[in-house]
Every structure is written in structure tokens, then in C-alpha cells.
């Protein structure tokens, strides 16, 4: 649209150039131009500096549907792939910390089948993450060391009195309280939506 602004422009003559300089400026605009997109596109699909080992973050996008398209893959920790037919932009062909596969020809992807990702590393007054860790669960069952302390009551009463004393004597004996509960394991999720985690190959 810009380019055909400018060549209006000179087409009604307000510029006083000659024919040969016109298109000398527009050929300059039309290369500059291109250089722009491609230099966008390059930004976009390669990093500006290779990262030790050639290992280029590809990162893992989410989907509403079951089916990919080329290229696409859907990160299943049981997948493994080629090491040889990858490509190499993909990082974790490099970097095997998601399992080795066959342990020299395949290598695996992530398993983000009902996991949530964190970021890596220790956040403030967190837990140090590492990459490729594991942790949590659905359900928990409480343990008697996870209650918070407490003590049980019950009541107690004179049991008897003593021979010609007049005086009531107590006894010893135990308290023992009523049982409730069943130990049954409580959902602990997140509320969640569940979609597709895929990465591009």
C-alpha cells in the first residue's frame, strides 16, 4: 500500500523527477522493504546466538484438538524420535535429560500428560525446580504425623468409698473415645481444562 502511495505520487507529476530517478527510489523502497520481512522472519525462526551445543528452545504450545498437522508433535514422554532425521533445531535431540531412548539412536520428548509446568529454578521462598523433575500428586491420605496436635477428653467420677471412713476413694482406669473417619485419599487438583501440548519439528 505504501510502495503504491509513491508511485502515485510521482504519477501526478508534484515531484518534478525524472523517470529514471523515480524508479531508482522505488526499487530502493521495495528492498528495504524486503529486507524488513526478511529479517522479521529470521528473527522468528533462528536465534541471534547459537547457545553452547547448538541447542535451540523450542517451545511447547497447547491445542484443542487430538490431530496435528506436519510437523507438529504431541509431547508424549513414551514418544521417541530419530536423532539422525530430527532436526537439529530441535533441543532435545541434544539434551536427553527427558530420556535417552534407545540410548543412541532415538531420544524422547517431554511427558506432559496431566502435568502442569513450573518454571525452573527456586523462586522466592520456594522449592529449588530442576529441569525434567517430577512432583505431586492427585490425591493424598493424611498420616497422623500431618494432624495437628491434639489431646481427647473424657469424663471421670468417684468410684467408691472406703469402709467406715465416710470418704469416697478413686480408682484408675482408661478413657476411651468413639471412631470416625475412613482414611479416604482427597483430591488435591487444580481446576483445570484439558488441551493438547504440542512442540513443532
Known amino acids: 500500500m505504501f510502495i503504491a502511495k509513491v508511485r502515485d505520487f510521482f504519477k501526478k507529476g508534484e515531484s518534478g523527477i525524472s523517470d529514471k530517478i523515480q524508479s531508482i527510489f522505488l526499487g530502493i523502497i521495495v528492498s528495504v522493504c524486503t529486507f ?33 498437522k506436519s510437523g507438529d508433535l504431541i509431547v508424549l514422554g513414551t514418544t521417541t524420535l530419530s536423532r539422525a532425521t530430527i532436526s537439529s533445531a530441535l533441543s532435545f535431540q541434544e539434551n536427553t535429560i527427558y530420556g535417552a531412548g534407545n540410548g543412541s539412536t532415538t531420544f524422547n520428548v517431554p511427558d506432559m500428560r496431566g502435568r502442569n509446568p513450573i518454571g525452573f529454578g527456586q523462586g522466592s521462598e520456594l522449592t529449588n525446580r530442576l529441569m525434567s523433575a517430577t512432583s505431586g500428586e ?31 476413694w478413686e480408682g484408675t482406669g482408661s478413657v476411651t473415645t468413639g471412631t470416625t473417619g475412613s482414611g479416604t485419599p482427597f483430591n488435591v487438583m487444580d481446576p483445570f481444562l484439558v488441551m493438547n501440548c504440542i512442540i513443532k519439528y
Open 138 to 168: 492427585e490425591l493424598h491420605t493424611l498420616t497422623v504425623n500431618q494432624l495437628a496436635a491434639h489431646s481427647h477428653t473424657g469424663p471421670s467420677s468417684k468410684l467408691g468409698y472406703g469402709a467406715g471412713s465416710g470418704n469416697d
Open 36 to 68: 524488513v520481512i526478511v529479517g522479521l522472519a529470521l528473527a522468528w525462526s533462528n536465534p541471534s546466538v547459537n547457545p553452547p551445543g547448538g541447542n535451540v528452545l523450542v517451545p511447547i504450545n497447547v491445542g484443542a484438538s487430538t490431530q496435528t
